[in-house]
Nanobody
Framework: VQLQASGGGLVQAGGSRRLSCAAS????????MGWFRQGPGKEREFVAA????????YFADSVKGRFTVSRDKAKNTVYLQMSSLRPEDTAVYYC?????????????????WGQGTLVTVSS
């Protein structure tokens, strides 16, 4: 399994950004795809997750109502749409894949990780 995250960059507070995670490998029908982030001096934290098959989603309280997560099965790509961005959203964002369809927020449950993409939110 290979995951390629992209879409990071500099955005002003209040703005929006969409991250993409292109996945390649075996069929992902039983997988859960997650987004995590790691800010400066902080531990990696859960942001959002989506089950590949049913599209069930789950969000961290800090992003609920501002971020959405979706997947395009035909493109094998997962998206993280971020809106109303705040300076505290500044972080390296990672996509990850968990081999089971049960949504989990724990980083160690994820089996595969992509490289990070940096999102910087300026005030």
């Amino acid at each position: 399994v290979q995951l390629q995250a992209s879409g990071g960059g500099l955005v002003q507070a209040g703005g929006s950004r969409r991250l993409s995670c292109a996945a390649s490998g075996p069929p992902f029908s039983n997988y859960t795809m997650g987004w995590f982030r790691q800010g400066p001096g902080k531990e990696r934290e859960f942001v959002a997750a989506i089950s590949w098959s049913g599209g069930n989603t789950y969000f961290a309280d800090s992003v609920k109502g501002r971020f959405t997560v979706s997947r395009d099965k035909a493109k094998n790509t997962v998206y993280l749409q971020m809106s109303s961005l705040r300076p505290e959203d500044t972080a390296v964002y990672y996509c990850a894949a968990h081999r089971y369809s049960v949504v989990t927020t724990t980083p160690r449950d994820y089996d595969y990780w992509g490289q990070g993409t940096l999102v910087t939110v300026s005030s």
